[in-house]
Every structure is written in structure tokens, then in C-alpha cells.
């Protein structure tokens, strides 16, 4: 069992303890292992509290109407929001450890490498991507990369932040040819 016990010095230290029943021919003995861990106590409830954390931030991620993604550094998704579901229609459990860019059918404004660079070199990248849901549909989306790192500084995960802009383009193109047509008329008069 575990037990807390309280040193000279007034601290308190966490002990672990069991027994084991030796036999000596028709002799009995019970050989008892005590093990401090304190420590180890300490950094299990660290991890309960971060996780936690982690959940709550979760919660909140899922709330957001934008799609955010996380993927590990070879484009598998590790996260997917209920934003995500929402706009491509694929649950979680679908798309989970999968590559994102596959999944997507991305279509990049410049080669994928490129873009790493920026995100290695920068930290981050935003830009236009046309992606496909699961239905076949294609959509614009306006894309924000962040690099995450680790507290030695190595490149860990990508959080992809992903607005549907398809709407909003559309009605762009129909403006701008809008505006051809009527200089188109105004210039044959």
C-alpha cells in the first residue's frame, strides 16, 4: 500500500509498501520493500493536471466554427476538431494518424516543400488552399500554419487553422466579372 510518512526535517514523503512471504524449509519470513516515491507522485499528479488542461483546451478548440488540425511532422493528424468534422465530414476517428494533405486532396498556391521552409524558417505560413470534403465537393479555404516546438526547441507538431473562404471568392469572381463585362460595354460604345 502507499503510505505518507513525515522525515526529521518536516517533510512529507510518499512510501510505497509491500511484502513478500519467503519460505525457509518449515520456516516463514515476510520480507517487506519500502520505495519512496514521492517524486514519481508528484509528476503523476503534474500529468493529471496537464491533462486536464489539455482537455479543457480541447473543449475549446472544439467549439471554434474554423477547422483546426494538428499534425505530427510527417502531415498525420493527431487532432481534428468538431470544426473539422463539421466542414469536411469526417469524424475524428476517421481521419485520426492519417496524412491530412491525402485526406484533403490539398491542392498548395506553391510546392508543399516550400511552404515547409517558411514554417521551419518562420514559424509560421498562411496562404490559400483548395481542399476537397468528404463528399467530393472542392472548397477555398485560407490557411494558417504554426510550427510547435518543444522546450529544446524541436519542431513537434503543426497546428493548421483552416476558414472556409469558397463563398467569399465566389462572389470576388462574379464582382470582378462584373466589372470586365461593364468596361467590355462601356469601351464598344
Known amino acids: 500500500g502507499l503510505r505518507h510518512y513525515r522525515c526529521k526535517n518536516g517533510s512529507i514523503i510518499d512510501v510505497e509498501i509491500s511484502g513478500t512471504l519467503i519460505h525457509y524449509g518449515a520456516a516463514q519470513a515476510v520480507m517487506v520493500n519500502l520505495r519512496d516515491v514521492t517524486e514519481r507522485r508528484k509528476a503523476e499528479k503534474k500529468l493529471k493536471i496537464q491533462a486536464t488542461q489539455l482537455r479543457e483546451q480541447a473543449q475549446l478548440l472544439d467549439i471554434a466554427e474554423d477547422a483546426i488540425i494538428v499534425l505530427d511532422m510527417e502531415d498525420r493528424i493527431l487532432f481534428w ?23 484533403l486532396h490539398t491542392v498548395f498556391p506553391v510546392p508543399l516543400h516550400e511552404i515547409k521552409i517558411e514554417l521551419q524558417k518562420q514559424g509560421r505560413w498562411e496562404g490559400e488552399l483548395i481542399q476537397e470534403k468528404r463528399s467530393g465537393e472542392k472548397i477555398i479555404v485560407d490557411s494558417r ?21 469558397t463563398e467569399k471568392k465566389q462572389v470576388q469572381i462574379a464582382l470582378q466579372k462584373a466589372k470586365e463585362d461593364l468596361e467590355a460595354r462601356v469601351a464598344a460604345r
Open 81 to 103: 476538431n468538431q470544426g473539422a468534422e463539421e466542414r469536411y465530414g469526417w469524424t475524428k476517428d476517421e481521419v485520426r494518424n492519417k496524412v491530412a494533405y491525402e485526406v
Open 145 to 165: 500554419l504554426a510550427l510547435r516546438r518543444n522546450h529544446e526547441k524541436i519542431p513537434i507538431a503543426i497546428v493548421e487553422i483552416n476558414n472556409d473562404i
